[in-house]
């Protein structure tokens, strides 16, 4: 199975504070995505990233960046969290092409910024 | 970019009854249509999906349409069980070129009666 997983299921961090989102993934997938799931808004794209060091911003990038410095990991930096950033975060994996295009959530991180 | 619209937001139906959710997109290149089923805390699995070079695709009590003239499709539940209960995304996605993340709907909240 594949597995995705993100290191905190919740966070409380402060207005103002920097704060570090990980996901690690193990089944080698190149294409790493990172989501906010709000009520009403489905599922919004972050920053993705297709390799390693490379990424490309998605539909909501502002006030967030990423590193991809692994295959493996990928993380989402709030640089300086604030409270509109409150949300449930979801990392996602895929392989490229179209051969099998599924793409595997990790379990989600719950941040209230404060 | 993609647009995906999905409706309706919530849904209640009766036990053993049918559950139609449908979604439009506005991105003629979309070939690539899965749907995501979350259960309350838990991350979003994939349940079926549907490439654009077929119209209908079944698997056991769920099914999925698309008719690409109209960018619309369709997500198909027969005979709901509580088990069902859920919120439901639909997405999108260009396989061969552009984008590599997928475009979600806003979600649908599924709600089977006992």
């Known amino acids: 199975d594949v597995k995705v997983t993100q290191s905190s299921r919740y966070l409380v961090k402060r207005t103002g504070e920097k704060v570090f989102l990980e996901c690690v993934q193990d089944?080698?997938?190149?294409?790493m995505f990172w989501y906010r799931q709000d009520p009403g808004l489905g599922l919004r794209l972050i920053y993705f990233?297709?390799?390693?060091?490379?990424?490309e911003k998605g539909d909501i990038p502002e006030g967030y960046s990423v590193s991809r410095e692994k295959k493996e990991r990928f993380s989402l930096i709030l640089e300086s969290a604030s409270t509109n950033q409150t949300s449930m975060y979801l990392c996602?994996?895929?392989?490229?092409?179209?051969?099998?295009?599924?793409?595997?959530f990790g379990q989600g991180t719950r941040l209230t910024v404060v | 970019g993609e647009n995906v619209e999905q409706h309706p937001s919530t849904l209640s139906v009766q036990e053993g009854d049918s559950a139609v959710i449908k979604c439009t997109y506005s991105?003629?290149?979309?070939?690539?249509f899965p749907w995501y089923k979350q259960e309350l805390g838990k991350r979003p699995q994939l349940i079926i999906d549907?490439?654009?070079?077929?119209g209908e695709k079944k698997d056991q009590r769920i099914a999925v349409t698309l008719n690409k003239t109209a960018k619309h499709f369709s997500l198909h539940i027969t005979e709901t069980q509580p088990e069902d209960s859920a919120v439901y995304f639909c997405?999108?996605?260009?396989?061969?070129?552009?984008?590599?993340?997928?475009?979600f709907g806003s979600g649908t909240r599924l709600q089977v009666q006992p």
């Open positions: 991105d003629s290149a979309s070939n690539y």
């Open positions: 990233s297709y390799d390693v060091k490379m990424k």
């Open positions: 089944m080698d997938h190149e294409n």
């Open positions: 996602a994996s895929t392989l490229p092409g179209s051969h099998a295009p599924e793409a595997f």
């Open positions: 997405a999108a996605r260009a396989m061969d070129t552009g984008r590599r993340a997928l475009t």
């Open positions: 549907i490439r654009s070079n077929v």
